[in-house]
């Protein structure tokens, strides 16, 4: 009979102690879980920084192909009009 409740009383220890490693357990995963939405939010937040930085990166490549267009265009009208100066100076050396 001794022997059979010294079983139960070990038995019993040993279960409480399991209840409270569960308890343990049960906290470690709920921060686990708190850190990886905590790490799951950052990520959405980093995505939507990135993707709002490309389409700025978009915009700003757009600006500049209109500028070096309208360089472009500035440099053609510049070189027309370099060339009709040097005509009407050619002709008034001619003269």
Do not use: H, P
């Amino acid at each position: 009979m001794l022997k059979t409740f010294s079983v139960l009383l070990i038995g019993s220890t040993l279960l409480a102690g399991c209840t409270s490693l569960s308890e343990q357990d049960k906290a470690l995963l709920a921060n686990t879980k708190a850190v990886a939405e905590q790490a799951q939010a950052t990520a959405a937040a980093a995505k939507a920084a990135a993707d709002q930085a490309a389409a700025s990166a978009a915009q700003a490549a757009t600006a500049a192909q209109a500028a070096a267009a309208a360089a472009q265009e500035a440099a053609a009208k510049a070189n027309a009009a370099a060339d009709k100066i040097d005509k009407i100076f050619q002709r008034n050396l001619r003269k």
